[in-house]
């Protein structure tokens, strides 16, 4: 299971994000096992719309999503829940991909069904925010094993801006997806 090469990442996020469905999540466990689960839903954001956490301006708590691509950008959400993402596209320009979803084949299939249960299952947390995704590390993302099935986009899920991009991936009819289908909004120009 080696690591996707940093190249991978230096894409947009709206172009890395579906092609990560299907990667594995893995993280070296102590002991030297590894703990990896398939993922089966991401969402993109970017700089340029304002669901992004970089859309504003860059802070000390959204650096990490500014560059360089290869990236974990974690932060914690309401207080409890920490988010993953993976840093894409280029220096200087805030993009990243959320891990919404993994399925973890021996495990239930909610377990990881959510980007907060993602983390939790996986021991995510913020110590892990700006590390390389690389083995190195001990947390990465590697290749599919092969098609991952057949994959439907949507609105994202959790914003209240942004709702008219299709930026959403998953596993169609999955039971590890986080949350149902969302139509896109219309417009509002």
């Known amino acids: 299971m080696r690591a996707l090469s940093s190249s991978f990442f230096a894409r947009p996020a709206e172009v890395v994000g579906p092609e990560l469905i299907g990667c594995r999540l893995v993280k070296r466990q ?14 993109a954001y970017s700089q340029a719309e304002p669901a992004c956490h970089g859309f504003r301006s860059r802070t000390k708590r ?13 932060y914690l959400t309401y207080g409890i829940h920490h988010c993953v993402n993976v840093v894409t596209d280029r220096d200087d320009w805030a993009n990243g991909v959320l891990l919404r ?17 993602l983390a939790r299952r996986f021991g995510i947390d913020l110590s892990h925010n700006a590390q390389p995704v690389a083995e190195d ?29 299709p930026w959403r991936w ?16 219309p417009r509002s120009d």
Do not use: C
């Open 101 to 117: 979803a993994i399925a973890l084949p021996t495990e239930p299939p909610r377990i990881a069904a959510g980007p907060g249960l």
């Open 170 to 185: 998953m596993l169609a009819g999955h039971p590890s997806l986080s949350k149902p289908v969302v139509p896109l909004q």
């Open 137 to 165: 590390t001990g947390l990465w993302l590697s290749e599919a094993s092969g098609p991952p099935g057949v994959l439907v986009e949507s609105a994202r899920v959790g914003i209240k801006q942004g709702l008219d991009l």
């Open 62 to 74: 959204n650096a990490t999503l500014f560059g360089p691509p290869g990236h974990w950008y974690v």
């Open 30 to 43: 102590t002991g030297g096992s590894l703990l990896w689960g398939v993922v089966v839903e991401t969402e």
